[in-house]
């Protein structure tokens, strides 16, 4: 009789792009492959599951900390570690409110607002460094110690019982510090761009801040975890719904860089494999090739619904470098828009267009959001347990 393989060799193997016995899925493994907490309760009450709690993983975007029965029941093959700074106490240093919306102020000073009338995730409101222009004036600013181990406090235990217990792979998220997306909430969008374009020492300058935070975090963090650790979670949106954000050029001359020193160094500090998920909305087809060369193994959302993104395409060029993790169904229009047949017929599309060879992972383009009906997203289930199998 064959021997079953676990979820943690299925990704492995997915990985070196060969075929597991089935597709792999992770939902909720990190802060870009969830589900909103409030589909996630509707979700269950579909099922005529109860329960009495339902925690929040991470406040910003309303994302819901799956219980693990459930991930067990959907056979998730992938669990997530956060740095504390994703958790609702830790995230929030400040809270206000007024009649008509709900603030935060974070661990950088960037302050996020909410509306309290239909309000479902947090947006900026507030740049701490709006005003400023040079070099000292990020200098001056009170930072955070991001060489703090209590960002990772119980991560260890949490990671020695994923192992022992559910056999899944493990997946390390980064701290909310993206290199080139996070210095717009802490400058402006505007103020950001412009400097890019006109006074680039000054732009770089923060983003170096921001590169500097994302290796001490994962110097601390790896020396504790990296025996467990799989995968490392990173990120920076880079891309628009019909281009890149900044021009190829420009990411090449400005962000390539500090990428290429991020994704070498994290690999240096492991003492073994460990496989590099960078996540980026939009459409980013043109500098794939520059992603693969700094060293990125896994790409996600897979937003095909934005330009030159097709996933056949990717697939084809790209397909024997990359891992896709994501592009499993359009959360746009066809999750929570369409019938539960179309929802089955366009997932069968998508496996039948990334799975061959492995290199993919199936979840959803980005967070199942809080206007998905349940029904849709057990048709999308359904469907990856009818058409993702390989034997």
Not at 70 to 93: E, M, Q, S
Request: proline share 6%; with cysteine.
């Amino acid at each position: 009789m064959e021997k079953k393989i676990t979820s943690e060799e299925r990704i492995k193997i997915t990985l070196q792009h060969s075929e597991p016995d089935r597709v792999p899925f992770d939902l909720g493994s990190t802060t870009i492959t969830g589900i909103n907490i409030d589909s996630y309760k509707k979700l269950l009450f579909y099922l005529g599951i109860e329960k009495k709690n339902f925690p929040v993983l991470y406040e910003r975007s309303g994302i819901a900390e799956i219980h693990e029965d459930i991930l067990i029941y959907l056979k998730v093959d992938t669990r997530g570690l956060f740095p504390n700074v994703y958790k609702p106490a830790d995230w929030a240093k400040k809270r206000l409110e007024n009649k008509d919306y709900w603030y935060i102020i974070d661990e950088m000073g960037v302050k996020w607002r909410m509306p309290k009338e239909n309000g479902h995730y947090y947006d900026v409101a507030e740049n701490p460094l709006k005003y400023a222009s040079k070099k000292e004036d990020i200098d001056n600013y009170l930072w955070p110690d991001f060489t703090d181990s209590q960002k990772i406090d119980g991560l260890e235990e949490q990671a020695k019982r994923i192992q022992s217990e559910t056999q899944c792979a493990i997946i390390l998220e980064a701290p909310i510090l993206n290199i080139f997306a996070f210095p717009p909430f802490l400058i402006g969008y505007e103020n950001f761009f412009l400097n890019l374009a006109s006074n680039p020492k000054f732009a770089c300058y923060l983003m170096d801040k921001m590169l500097d935070f994302q290796l001490q975090y994962w110097e601390m963090a790896l020396q504790k975890l990296m025996k467990y650790v799989l995968i490392v979670r990173m990120g920076d949106d880079l891309g628009t719904q019909s281009s890149t954000l900044i021009s190829p050029s420009m990411y090449r001359k400005y962000v390539k860089p500090r990428h290429h020193k991020l994704f070498s160094s994290v690999k240096k500090m492991t003492k073994k494999k460990i496989y590099i998920f960078f996540h980026t909305d939009g459409s980013v087809y043109d500098i794939i090739p520059d992603l693969i060369e700094v060293g990125v193994d896994i790409l996600n959302p897979i937003q095909y619904s934005a330009a030159k993104m097709d996933t056949k395409r990717l697939k084809n060029d790209f397909g024997r470098e990359l891992t896709f993790w994501g592009g499993g169904i359009d959360t746009q229009d066809i999750l929570p828009h369409k019938s539960p047949r179309q929802v089955k017929e366009e997932v069968k599309k998508k496996i039948d267009d990334l799975a061959p060879d492995g290199g993919f992972v199936f979840c959803p383009v980005h967070n199942i959001q809080y206007d998905v009906p349940p029904q849709n997203i057990i048709a999308m289930w359904e469907a990856l347990q009818e058409y993702g199998r390989y034997l």
